[in-house]
């Protein structure tokens, strides 16, 4: 199970940090990724890590903003995320791909396990 939090309404140019803590199974070997949904729109990718934090990936919308990072030990995946605009509104969710050591996949039918989503608003 994995459990979002750290969501909340901010004023545009705010920054806020993401956290999703897995309580049922150990995360180490595993891709995570953070994705968003907007109202209307597809959900997306936003950032992705490998299980050893060497391979990450970040969607353009996002780059230079955002950051994605794990602590294993803790069993937690993190986005901080900066200079928030408007268009960063949306639920934030985060996925799990169980297979080891494999790349984190782009696509959200390829992840196995989702959160409950937070939800961001950036208030202009």
């Known amino acids: 199970q994995l459990i979002e939090s750290g969501g909340g309404l901010v004023q545009a140019g705010g920054s806020l940090r993401l956290s999703c803590a897995a309580s049922?199974?150990?995360?180490?070997?595993?891709?995570m990724a953070w994705f968003r949904q907007a109202p209307g729109k597809q959900r997306e990718l936003v950032a992705s890590?490998?299980?050893?934090?060497?391979?990450?990936y970040y969607a353009d919308s996002v780059k230079g903003r955002f950051s994605i990072s794990r602590d294993n030990a803790k069993n937690t995946v993190y986005l901080h995320m900066i200079h928030l605009g408007p268009e960063d509104t949306a639920v934030y969710y985060c996925?799990?791909?169980?297979?080891?050591?494999?790349?984190?996949?782009?696509?959200?039918?390829?992840?196995?396990?989702w959160g409950q989503g937070t939800q961001v608003t950036v208030s202009a």
């Open positions: 996925a799990a791909k169980y297979s080891p050591y494999f790349e984190a996949p782009f696509t959200a039918p390829e992840y196995d396990d």
């Open positions: 049922r199974r150990a995360i180490g070997p595993y891709p």
């Open positions: 890590i490998n299980s050893d934090s060497q391979t990450l």
